[in-house]
């Protein structure tokens, strides 16, 4: 019987190794290699002509959304399918690693006998035993822990640097962050697009969202924690003198927590 040729993508290696071992013995699946970064797996693929790929979404030099988006199928036999493993849950991510390609989405942590039943599936083994009611069910409760997650770091962020959480730039700015990690690409359009949208969740105006943040940088500056914000970024970045605009500290404590796998 011909094996299942299956490619792992990531970063991680222990993850890399742990899926490895979990196919130390199976007589279905091969694993024929691995790649540590985005450039790498691109030569892989296309040298190698894997039936499934394991694929991560973040790693160094290419993510995995530029592999999907860079691969040349002309001189490959067959295309793979791609199962996306990330800790990455936002429905854009979900949907962009869909759009471009890949047949399923698995949130990290990752189930390994799931894991393994994907592989089979998309490898062409028919498996019964999960459905697809169940993998639903364990992304939505993915989702709802990444949320609390996320919001606990926030708050811890917010206490350190000195924003207390009495006052609306507190939510405002919470707020702004969570969408700028959904959807990177609105820090170009705040003005038109995060102030307004949030405005309408609160039921407030745009001016008042962006002035209520602005108060909030201000009172982390006046309180002189500027040491506390240049730790969380692991450099000095700041300076009393030196306070950011609304959309810099936004999108740097939202790189921050995608780089943390928020």
């Known amino acids: 019987m011909k094996k299942i040729k299956l490619l792992i993508v990531d970063d991680s290696e222990e993850f890399v ?143 350190s640097v000195g924003i207390p959480a009495h006052i609306k730039g507190y939510q405002f700015l919470r707020e702004a962050i969570k969408m700028a990690i959904d959807s990177p690409e609105i820090i170009n359009s705040i003005t038109k697009k995060l102030y307004p949208s949030i405005a309408n969740k609160f039921e407030t105006s745009p001016s008042k969202v962006e002035r209520a943040i602005r108060h909030a940088i201000e009172v982390a500056w006046n309180r002189g924690k500027i040491e506390n914000i240049n730790n969380i970024f692991g450099i000095k970045i700041y300076t009393a003198n030196d306070k950011p605009t609304n959309g810099e500290f936004i999108a740097l404590l939202a790189d921050k927590m995608l780089m943390e796998g928020a």
Do not use: C, W
């Not at 691995?34 to 190698?48: C, R, V």
């Not at 390994?112 to 409760?141: A, H, N, P, Y």
């Open 17 to 159: 190794n742990n899926v490895r071992e979990s196919y130390f013995d199976d007589e279905e699946v091969e694993v024929i290699g691995s790649a540590s970064d985005g450039l790498e797996a691109i030569h892989k693929i296309e040298s190698f002509n894997p039936d499934v790929v394991i694929l991560d979404l973040v790693m160094p030099e290419v993510d995995g959304f530029g592999v999907l988006s860079n691969l040349d199928y002309n001189n490959m036999t067959s295309k793979p399918n791609f199962i996306v493993t990330s800790q990455l849950i936002g429905e854009n991510f979900i949907n962009k690693a869909i759009t471009l390609g890949a047949s399923y989405y698995l949130v990290k942590p990752v189930n390994m006998q799931m894991l393994k039943d994907r592989v089979k599936e998309f490898g062409g083994v028919t498996v019964t035993k999960k459905s697809t009611v169940l993998d639903d069910r364990l992304i939505q409760q993915a989702v709802k822990r990444s949320q609390r997650n996320l919001d606990e770091k926030l708050a811890n962020i917010f206490i």
